[in-house]
């Protein structure tokens, strides 16, 4: 079937402006996980949900971030007053273990490029 | 916390020739697992291997293999009879228990053809 889906897959936004960043994961998979991956580091946690349930929060920079996925499915991650900061690559990842997604593979999005000038 | 510390940023490797990239790491978690991860130039990450912290053999799959030194939280990827498509980013990540999922800073690999 299908692999991890993200769009857009490039966002220039202005500083200041709202963005809404989307995943669609492995239909049936339980576990999703948003990171940010800055130019030249690896991919830091933001959050993750265990199908709508937002079980981790704690990796979200700052308020200005909110992530959903009312659904149990499809989720959002949606940046407020975007900072040029925020810049970076968002990926999202998903996961079949209903143990949370923490031991088993996690299957990877192309990610998002988010440009904020 | 948890970290997780790759000290080669780039290793290259000649074509057929046999390459290990280094991973230490600390957790306080009794319960984790350890994955290298493998992010080629404009491609989606993708699984390389997965070792179970509570066992004490190394885990192999195919040209790859784990050198685990569980005291001493070492995590070691082997590439054996390297190849062009092997050229990536690979990202060492420890995963489980209250501190989640921590990734390395990442060692680019070159393959010398």
């Known amino acids: 079937g299908a692999g991890v889906s993200q769009s857009p897959r490039y966002k220039v936004a202005k500083r200041g402006q709202d963005v809404a960043l989307r995943c669609d994961p492995i239909s049936g998979h339980v576990s999703l996980f948003w990171y940010q991956q800055a130019l030249g580091q690896g991919p830091e946690f933001l959050t993750y949900?265990?199908?709508?349930?937002?079980?981790?929060k704690s990796g979200l920079p700052s308020d200005r971030f909110f992530a959903e996925r009312p659904e149990g499915s499809v989720s959002t991650l949606k940046i407020q007053r975007t900072q040029q900061e925020d810049s970076a690559v968002y990926l999202c990842?998903?996961?079949?273990?209903?143990?949370?997604?923490?031991?088993?593979?996690?299957?990877f999005g192309p990610g998002t490029r988010l440009t904020v000038l | 916390a948890q970290t997780v510390t790759q000290s080669q940023p780039e290793m290259s490797v000649q074509e057929a020739e046999t390459v290990t990239l280094s991973c230490t790491y600390d957790?306080?978690?009794?319960?984790?697992?350890l994955f290298w991860y493998k992010q080629p130039p404009s491609r989606q990450m993708i699984l390389v291997i997965r070792q179970e912290a509570y066992k004490q053999q190394n885990a192999t799959e195919n040209r790859f293999s784990v050198n685990f030194q569980k005291a001493a939280k070492s995590f070691s990827l082997k590439i054996s009879d390297s190849q062009l498509g092997d050229a990536a980013m690979y990202f060492c990540?420890?995963?489980?228990?209250?501190?989640?999922?921590?990734f390395g800073t990442g060692t680019k690999l070159q393959v010398i053809p």
């Open positions: 990540v420890v995963s489980g228990g209250y501190q989640k999922v921590t």
């Open positions: 949900f265990q199908n709508e349930a937002q079980l981790d």
């Open positions: 957790t306080s978690e009794s319960d984790y697992y």
């Open positions: 990842a998903s996961s079949i273990d209903l143990s949370g997604g923490l031991y088993n593979e996690q299957f």
